[in-house]
């Protein structure tokens, strides 16, 4: 297995891609510690991956406070002697226009989308310098090309591409890797809240999947595999990079 004696912590892993890439970590030998603002979907995912025979530790946090990350990287290493990698995945999305979107859920959306990425970052990169770790950030394709009634989300999404291309550069000559990945539609988390705000879900999510080059949407698992990919040894020439995990999104986009 490639992540045997990593410890891996992932941030908003109660659910969605999340819970997918907790799971895809476990299954390539790391112990994953789940953090998540809601612990009792962290403890659900913990206890899928025990199940499996696999490690894991679940940890309520809210990645838009200070207090409360530190607190996850004091918790991870009571119980850790070193961490690996740091896979920044929690966010929320508020699907409004820059007008009707209301000052507190424009912070909010900074807060936790792009806060959460600086904050995790900052407290968890003297322990990643011990180790050469790597951080994966969990932008989107939105992060590109925007769609819309989602402009506080996009507008996180392309700040994380250069938030972590920044962080590449100035902790790259420290062994440590920055890379972040931009999904398209997957069938799982702020996705699955999307179409489920639809009249009817299944028909929105049959139109989502036309407009990707395969036909379809992606599953959480397609994604999980990447971030293990960039996590692990087999993408050690790989930082700074943005990789679209999308199965060409857009190639069937109507005319405006």
Request: aromatic share 6%; proline share 4%.
């Amino acid at each position: 297995m490639r992540l045997d004696n990593r410890v891996v912590v992932i941030t908003g892993a109660g659910s969605g891609i999340g819970r997918a890439c907790a799971l895809e970590f476990a299954r390539e030998g790391a112990a994953v510690v789940i953090a998540d603002i809601d612990i009792s979907a962290a403890t659900a995912t913990a206890g899928l991956i025990k199940a499996a025979g696999r490690v894991a530790t679940a940890v309520e946090t809210d990645v838009s406070k200070p207090e409360s990350v530190q607190q996850l990287l004091e918790q991870t290493l009571g119980i850790y002697p070193n961490v690996h990698a740091l896979v920044n995945n929690a966010a929320v999305q508020i699907n409004k226009t820059a007008e009707d979107t209301s000052f507190e859920e424009w912070n909010r959306q900074l807060a936790v989308n792009l806060g959460g990425v600086f904050l995790c970052s900052k407290y968890f990169l003297p322990h990643l310098r011990k180790t050469k770790g790597s951080i994966v950030n969990m932008s989107s394709v939105n992060g590109f090309f925007v769609e819309p009634t989602c402009a506080g989300y996009c507008a996180t999404k392309a700040a994380i591409i250069g938030l972590t291309k920044a962080m590449a550069i100035d902790h790259g000559r420290d062994g440590i890797r920055v890379n972040c990945i931009c999904p398209g539609y997957i069938d799982a988390g702020l996705a699955e809240g999307y179409f489920q705000s639809q009249a009817d879900p299944a028909k929105a999510r049959a139109e989502a999947g036309k407009l990707h080059a395969l036909g379809r949407i992606g599953k959480p698992g397609e994604v999980g595999r990447a971030a293990v990919f960039l996590v692990s040894d087999d993408a050690s020439f790989v930082t700074g990079t943005a990789l679209v995990v999308d199965g060409g999104f857009g190639s069937g986009l109507p005319p405006q």
